[in-house]
């Protein structure tokens, strides 16, 4: 999977903040939309769309988009 | 001393008895007299609650609730029972954009159709007796109050707690009473390794009146109570265990 789709299905998890936001160097947590609710969608979207089984706390230690993309590429089981 | 909350004589089949809850209540209820038919997947660890049962003839069986055929072959080899605890049960954080049918299948096979077939199988095999009392290891999720991403998991719990309403009806002639016990969070490994992180639980332990989570044996007590004939005018209902979370 590419970035941008990934960016694409990032961005999805998010009603109102604008698309133009989402960037690889998006530190994603000062987003004012970003909340626990988004966090777990973020979660399982990795895990159905991206096949990325990742643990909250792993998460957690990624700050931008690109960290996050670089995990779940990391732990992509299929 | 007798008791009328001893399980003296009594023999109790527990589902999903190799970790958490599960294997609380078997410890448990076996020191409390009762003799433990006990299930689970997992062999090892099954084999590790079995050795930690008080006093003995305690039988284990191996049984994935998932599985039908598993649950008909484990009915045919159970002894008459006073007791079923309808423990086994799974935990999946979803939001609802993200379940599927396979999710919505795998969390009400184990949930709600294992402990609904196991019931009707053990009623239609004449295997609880008279006087005996069935228990639902249900949650305070789906009755009482949901979380994020437990929908599903929600559900599956809340159509039990209709399944124990309708069949403690159908079962009372027989004596037979069925109640259910619906526990807040429990401090066991059934989240782990999720979508809920640390912060999120230090956080949500602040909303238990209580101030911490619960321990799989304080679940146990209330199930042993179920089980005894201390609760022999008891039937149809959930005793909510929450730490008075659901409270505010």
Same mark, same amino acid.
């Given at each position: 999977? &590419? ?43 990795? &895990? ?12 957690? &230690? ?17 | ?39 689970? /997947? ?16 305690? #039988? ?20 008459? #029972? ?5 423990? $086994? ?40 007796? /008279? ?37 403690? #009806?159908?079962? $009372? ?65 959930? #005793? ?9």
């Amino acid at each position: 999977m &590419e970035i941008e789709q990934f960016i694409q299905l990032f961005a999805d998890q998010f009603d109102e903040t604008e698309p133009e936001l989402f960037k690889p160097s998006t530190e994603f947590r000062q987003l004012e939309e970003w909340s626990s609710l988004v966090a777990m969608a973020v979660l399982n979207m990795l &895990e159905k769309k991206c096949n990325a089984r990742i643990k909250s706390e792993e998460m957690r &230690e990624t700050q931008t988009i690109q960290a996050l993309y670089d995990l779940m590429i990391s732990k992509q089981t299929a | 001393m007798s008791s009328v909350f001893s399980l003296q004589n009594k023999t109790i089949l527990i589902t999903g008895a190799s970790s958490g809850i599960g294997a609380a209540i078997a410890k448990e209820a076996s020191k409390m007299g009762a003799r433990v038919v006990i299930t689970g /997947r997992n062999e090892e660890r099954l084999n590790a609650t079995y050795l930690s049962l008080s006093g003995d003839g305690h #039988l284990q069986y191996i049984a994935d609730m998932a599985n039908f055929k598993d649950i008909e072959q484990l009915v045919t080899k159970l002894p008459k #029972l006073d007791g079923c605890v309808n423990n $086994a049960g799974i935990v999946k954080p979803l939001m609802i954009q993200f379940s599927d049918k396979e999710d919505y299948e795998s969390i009400f096979n184990v949930n709600t159709q294992a402990p609904i077939l196991l019931t009707q199988l053990l009623i239609q095999h004449k295997k609880v007796n /008279r006087s005996g009392s069935i228990v639902f290891i249900s949650s305070i999720s789906g009755i009482h109050c949901s979380s994020l991403g437990g929908s599903l998991y929600s559900a599956s719990k809340g159509a039990i707690q209709g399944f124990v309403k309708g069949v403690a #009806l159908d079962l $009372a002639s027989k004596g037979i009473r069925v109640n259910s016990v619906n526990p807040g969070m429990i401090e066991t490994k059934i989240f782990k390794d999720g979508a809920i992180s640390d912060d999120q639980f230090d956080e949500d332990v602040k909303k238990y009146p209580l101030k911490r989570y619960g321990k799989p044996e304080e679940v146990a007590y209330a199930v042993i109570y179920l089980l005894s004939d201390a609760s022999c005018w008891v039937t149809g209902t959930g #005793l909510l265990i929450d730490g008075g979370f659901t409270l505010q």
